[in-house]
């Protein structure tokens, strides 16, 4: 079993800048490909970013594409979504989650493990 647990949502300005954490708990993370999700009110859930836990094998969405990058640092166990140049359509709720295979994909159902969320409000 893994625990998730995302912090660092909050407010910010369009064309702002946030970082969102997501720690990781009990199993061993590295062994884990994560990614981050959002979803914005009345939508369904998206996938934002993975990163594969070998060779380091990174999807992201086009809308964010050269504004998000995902990151992680195993000592750590913790996975890092960078997000830049903020617009108003990126406010959601923020998930991180994480399946414990090396391929990044990008439907929710196939990830096990997922964070309680934290929402990202992008004012214009």
């Known amino acids: 079993q893994v625990q998730l647990v995302e912090s660092g949502g909050g407010l910010v300005q369009a064309g702002g800048s946030l970082r969102l954490s997501c720690v990781a708990s009990?199993?061993?993370?590295?062994?884990?490909?994560m990614a981050w999700f959002r979803q914005a009110p009345g939508k369904e859930r998206e996938f934002v970013v993975g990163l594969s836990n070998v060779g380091g094998s990174t999807v992201i969405a086009p809308s964010v594409k050269g504004r998000f990058a995902i990151s992680r640092d195993n000592a750590k166990n913790t996975v890092y979504l960078e997000m830049n140049s903020l617009k108003p359509e990126d406010t959601a709720v923020y998930y991180c989650?994480?399946?414990?295979?090396?391929?990044?994909?990008?439907?929710?159902?196939?990830?096990?493990?997922w964070g309680q969320g934290t929402q990202v409000t992008v004012s214009s």
């Open positions: 009990g199993r061993t993370f590295s062994g884990y490909t």
């Open positions: 989650a994480g399946r414990p295979t090396v391929v990044v994909v990008t439907a929710p159902s196939e990830y096990q493990y």
